[in-house]
């Protein structure tokens, strides 16, 4: 089996979700001795550059210079169709959506990864130019199979785009935070209790319900802290709200960091508090429970899939509930101590390997489909 991975991602990703996604299944597929290459003549993604320098070929740069996407999609376009034609691939994964997908022979097999319905559900949260929508209905249309991340991811798919169920696999993916023991963190952090939130906080994310619920609590508010990581600065406007919402400013806290950072925050959390609208997997609780967090999400999308019974919901459009469920985590020590262990156990069906398994026998059986 010799399988390729496409340039998108890697061009278009300094760090991210989706590029870790596929530098982590690379690497495990190289260690069960697969035959696994990922074709980035030019890329600017840091995760590619750190791996071992044997593993890959190609130029990585700080960005694209300005204006350049199209030129340097097109070398990246011919060259990597070249190496394709000579090395004769099984699998050409591609790692994003694009209106034209490299030239290959006819029987390399095409294989999509689709994580969510993002675009579809939430089009208001993208400005009025974003073709995302389009590109992935045409790299949909191309592909022999395609992975989605949960079962709820593929429901979706179903139901939007009409795709034929049986082109369809879940496979879920797999976790892990690298520690880093020198963290710079300041210790009056971790004298008051806290609730986690990780992530983006933009719309369909649904971070202003956890500042509501938390503040429209009056006993709430004065004994627990929200420490946001990830995401940009708080904007003004979402100081205005915390302002607005009763939350004293040094009761709500932003950071950012690295893996090791937020495995600590993770340790010493009274919770992760997950109010998303709609996820297509929802990696943060997996995080959060591989590191004996108790986690409270909404009650929607692939969470329920991905956290199972280790985990305590609400709606995510009722913060009263919100609070309510927050409440019952932060004073019930039996329960927090039975997440703990259900939320251990859980995570533990999620790894890499298992991810890479069950990906490598999608191609297995998109090549026999072709051959």
């Known amino acids: 089996m010799k399988v390729f991975f496409d340039f998108q991602i890697f061009a278009g990703q300094h760090y991210g979700g989706i590029s870790r996604y596929f530098i982590q299944l690379y690497l495990t597929l190289i260690s069960m001795n697969v035959k696994a290459k990922i074709c980035a003549p030019f890329y600017i993604n840091n995760y590619l550059s750190n791996i071992n320098k044997d593993d890959r070929k190609g130029i990585k740069l700080d960005d694209f210079p300005f204006r350049t996407d199209r030129f340097f999609n097109f070398f990246n376009r011919q060259i990597s169709s070249n190496l394709i034609f000579r090395e004769k691939p099984d699998i050409l994964h591609e790692t994003y959506y694009c209106n034209n997908g490299i030239n290959v022979p006819k029987n390399v097999s095409r294989v999509l990864t689709v994580y969510d319905m993002i675009h579809e559900k939430f089009p208001d949260n993208f ?3 974003d073709n995302t ?10 592909a ?4 989605c991340i949960s079962k709820s991811t593929k429901k979706d798919l179903c139901e939007i785009y009409n795709v034929d169920r049986s082109k369809i696999s879940v496979v879920y993916l797999g976790h892990e935070l690298n ?6 963190i300041k210790a009056s952090y971790f004298l008051e209790p806290y609730i986690l939130y990780v992530g983006g906080r933009d719309g369909y994310k649904n971070f202003r319900s956890l500042i509501k619920a938390v503040g429209n609590d009056s006993k709430l508010k004065k004994v627990i802290k929200i420490i946001a990581f990830g995401g940009n600065s708080f904007s003004r406007s979402e100081l205005d709200f915390i302002k607005k919402s009763g939350l004293a400013d040094n009761r709500v806290i932003q950071m950012s960091g690295d893996d090791g950072l937020l495995k600590l925050l993770y340790k010493k959390a009274q919770m992760l508090v997950y109010p998303s609208i709609y996820e297509g997997f929802g990696l943060p609780p997996i995080e959060a429970m591989a590191c004996k967090c108790p986690v409270v999400a909404s009650q929607t999308s692939s969470l329920l899939e991905v956290i199972g019974d280790a985990g305590v919901y609400f709606d995510p459009a009722n913060t009263e509930e919100q609070g309510d469920a927050i409440k019952r985590v932060l004073y019930d020590e039996s329960l927090k101590s039975e997440l703990i262990v259900k939320g251990l156990l859980r995570s533990k069906l999620f790894s890499w390997p298992k991810c890479a398994k069950n990906t490598l026998n999608v191609y297995h059986k998109v090549k026999g489909m072709k051959h």
Request: charged share 30%; no cysteine; proline share 4%.
């Open 144 to 147: 022999d199979h395609i992975i």
């Open 127 to 129: 400005p009025k130019n």
């Open 179 to 184: 520690s880093n023991n020198n963290i710079n």
């Open 133 to 142: 929508i389009k590109l992935k209905r045409k790299a949909i249309s191309r």
